[in-house]
């Protein structure tokens, strides 16, 4: 390798720099692009922001108008980091990539200057490099060095020295032996020595402005400060502390620490940190004060040691008693309830837009019969769904407020268990799962609410169906004996965390409390079970081995009790007007629950509209890249990728920026619409739907995108 000045002649055409000092590169780099355009040669720099902004600024200083010839095309800036982005694969970099990227800025300056070759400053090597990614550093080197054999160009890469080992420089000769030349380093030993005498001057500054300062500012900082020996004797504490545990400085100094921890075992736990110089942050703690009384404290610690010896610790103490205990039930409160109001908006506007839109629907007399009767089903089975979640929401008030009564009276448990099977086979039957029941011939006669306690077993039986894969089996077993009465519900589904068991019976709470989850409901179910079962004296368990595993539920009765009356809604039935011709529109409904889907295409498909169906984002995405459509219905929350995801998807993409979509979701409330309508959606409608609104929005939507609004 050789060394030369700054210019590098045209056959020398990939020199190497390498440097520590900012300044340095600064200047080598800003001469060889004066260089550059001094001949009138294009120039190319490819750096980091800051590097570029060096760069920019000391041409200024050597007499350039870099505003100028930047927008006269004589210089070109790019980023290092979105440049090195764009020519990479998994596998690191690739040619044809370098080629789409910087071949074409290479080719493209080229262009613009005649026959003048390119002059070219990069630092995406030594990105790389820096990282430890030395092997795709190298062949970068090689590309470039592969590109200079097809384009006139002049390259100049720069390499921190940070990069490398003082002690092995296997690394720079490699990287040398892929260069042509290597320009001269930067006077290294003399900088090095001007930088220590100047931070040894600093220091000392420095050092001194602290002492004269650190007493003061101990004695008057706002949080508590002590620190302890390593016997535990206090050695020093600021007024904060003093003033939080209401010592005296004389009180206080000398005495030992475990006098104001309240929990011995804590203090011991972190003195024994601290002696092994392992830090503590916001460690959660209660100190006594001297009138008795008890302070939550954050504390924040380490230990000062010297020559190997500990010394004592410094530690911080933050009183949060009040903080604490409001912001958490605050906090907590906020959170119950906002999850609650969303998901029980979603929960009962669902089955309500296919109650309404398919009762409206059956006003249109020349329904097929098949319609007409998959509408009456689909009627049926929602207005079943929400009427559950009402009375689960009405038992969930009268649990609240203590009105809630069982009926006692005797009862035969195995009907209540079979009542309860039967109840739950169809939801079963059509995931494919197999209900297996377990009970000895002779029952115990029982006194309580057989209604209640079918309705436990119920709710134990329809979860355990919920959480359940396609094909997999759930077992009730009772057992009984002279004393008591079990009765068991185990499924092989989800399973229960360790995290979430302690909390499974808590109201409002799921293991995904997410309006996009998987599964629905309110979360009220177990609630539920656990206040009707207590009601009979009784108590409910779960056993879970972890997620994926199974859970079972047991009911534990000593004798007798449990559940009321069921309730019917009745659905309400208006006069639905005559459809607005929409001939020939391509619409594109989107919504994991099939009875929306199907609503939706029964109140579009009397209007002439060709309609198809998507159960997901990803289903619907495939889709509009398959064939061409006028308009998108559809839904917000979905399992996976929801409507959010979906708009985000569709906006971006040039064909598809300017489709019209609507949303129509039961989330309703005004900061979700404007939400909606700021994530990209034309227009939005909740749950449930009148059909000839859906009509007049899909109209208005389409004719103001043929209109060009």
């Known amino acids: 390798m050789t060394t030369h000045p700054i210019s590098i002649s045209e056959d020398a055409h990939h020199a190497v720099q390498f440097y520590a000092d900012e300044a340095f590169l600064a200047a080598r780099v800003a001469a060889y692009l004066k260089d550059g355009l001094d001949a009138g040669e294009p120039c190319v720099v490819i750096a980091t922001q800051d590097h570029r902004a060096m760069f920019a600024a000391r041409l200024r200083m050597i ?94 890469c720069a390499y921190g020295m940070s990069g490398f080992q003082p002690a092995n420089d296997d690394g720079r000769v490699r990287i040398c032996r892929v260069h042509t030349h290597q320009l ?121 040691f010297r020559n190997g010896k500990f010394v004592h610790t410094r530690c911080f103490t933050r009183d949060v008693t009040l903080q604490k205990r409001a912001y ?18 979603h929960e009962l506007r669902t089955p309500l837009n296919a ?10 007399e020349h329904m097929p019969t098949a319609t007409r009767t998959r509408a009456l089903d689909t009627i049926e089975r929602n207005a079943r769904a929400q009427n559950q979640l009402i009375e689960d929401l009405l038992d969930v008030s009268r649990i609240v407020s203590g009105k809630l009564r069982i009926d006692m009276e005797p009862f035969d448990l195995r009907n209540v268990v079979e009542r309860a099977v039967d109840a739950a086979t169809p939801q079963a039957t059509a995931k494919g799962i197999d209900v297996r029941v377990t009970m000895p011939e002779i029952l115990p006669p029982l006194v309580g609410d057989g209604l209640r306690l079918q309705q436990c077993v119920a709710n134990l039986l329809n979860n355990a169906i919920k959480f359940s894969e396609q094909g997999r089996a759930i077992d009730v077993t009772v057992r009984a004996s002279d004393s008591d009465v079990e009765i068991d519900v185990r499924d092989e589904g989800r399973g229960i965390g360790a995290d979430f068991l302690p909390y499974v019976f808590e109201r409002f709470r799921q293991g995904d409390g997410r309006p996009s989850r998987a599964a629905g409901g309110l979360g009220l179910g177990l609630a539920i079970v656990k206040n009707l079962v207590e009601l009979h004296g009784g108590r409910v368990t779960v056993r879970s081995d972890g997620v994926e595993r199974g859970a079972t539920f047991t009911i534990h009765l000593d004798t007798s009790r449990d559940r009321r009356t069921l309730r019917a809604v009745k659905p309400i039935v208006e006069p639905r ?50 064939e061409p459509f006028d308009a998108v219905v559809s839904d917000i929350g979905m399992p996976g990728e929801d409507g959010y995801a979906m708009i985000a998807s569709i906006r971006a993409r040039p064909t598809l920026g300017r489709m019209p979509v609507i949303a129509l979701t039961a989330f309703a409330r005004s900061e979700e619409r404007a939400k909606i309508l700021a994530a990209g959606f034309d227009t ?11 009509i007049a929005v899909v109209s208005s939507v389409v004719r103001a995108s043929f209109a060009g609004v």
Request: charged share 35%.
């Open 684 to 694: 939005h409608l909740s749950k449930p739907v009148e059909p000839d609104e859906l």
């Open 355 to 364: 109650i309404l839109g398919w009762s409206r629907m059956l006003r249109d």
């Open 63 to 156: 007499g350039v108008d870099v505003d100028a010839v930047v927008e006269a095309g004589h210089l070109r800036m790019l980023d290092a980091e979105t440049t090195l982005g764009a020519l990479s694969k998994e596998e690191g970099p690739d040619w044809k990539a370098f080629l789409g990227t910087v071949g074409e800025v290479v080719r493209g300056a080229r262009a613009s200057h005649g026959e003048k070759p390119v002059r070219a400053y990069g630092e995406m090597v030594d990105l790389l490099w820096r990282r430890g990614a030395r092997e795709e550093a190298i062949a970068l080197e090689e590309m470039w060095n592969q590109l200079g054999t097809r384009e006139r160009i002049k390259l100049l």
């Open 184 to 304: 001269e380093d930067e006077p290294a030993r003399t900088r090095e020595l001007e930088a220590e005498v100047a931070r040894r001057r600093e220091l000392e500054r420095t050092l001194r402005a602290r002492e004269q300062e650190l007493s003061d500012f101990l004695d008057t900082a706002m949080e508590g400060i002590h620190f302890v020996a390593e016997d535990g004797t206090i050695l020093y504490a600021n007024r904060a502390e003093l003033e939080m545990l209401g010592y005296t400085r004389e009180e206080y100094i000398g005495r030992n620490i475990s006098d104001v921890h309240c929990d011995r075992n804590v203090l011991e736990e972190m003195l024994a940190k601290l002696t092994k110089n392992e830090a503590i942050a916001n460690r959660e703690v209660r100190l006594r004060c001297k009138d008795g009384s008890v302070r939550d404290v954050l504390v924040s610690s380490n230990a000062l």
């Open 328 to 345: 958490e039930d605050v906090q907590a409160a906020n959170r119950a309830k906002d999850e609650f109001l969303a998901v029980v908006s």
């Open 577 to 626: 007007r005559a459809p607005v011709s929409l001939a020939g529109l391509r619409v594109l409904v989107v919504d994991d629950e099939e009875d929306a889907r199907q609503l939706v295409s029964a109140v579009l498909a009397p209007c002439d509209v060709r309609v198809r169906v998507a159960a997901s984002a990803s289903e619907a995405l495939a889709a509009l890249e398959r």
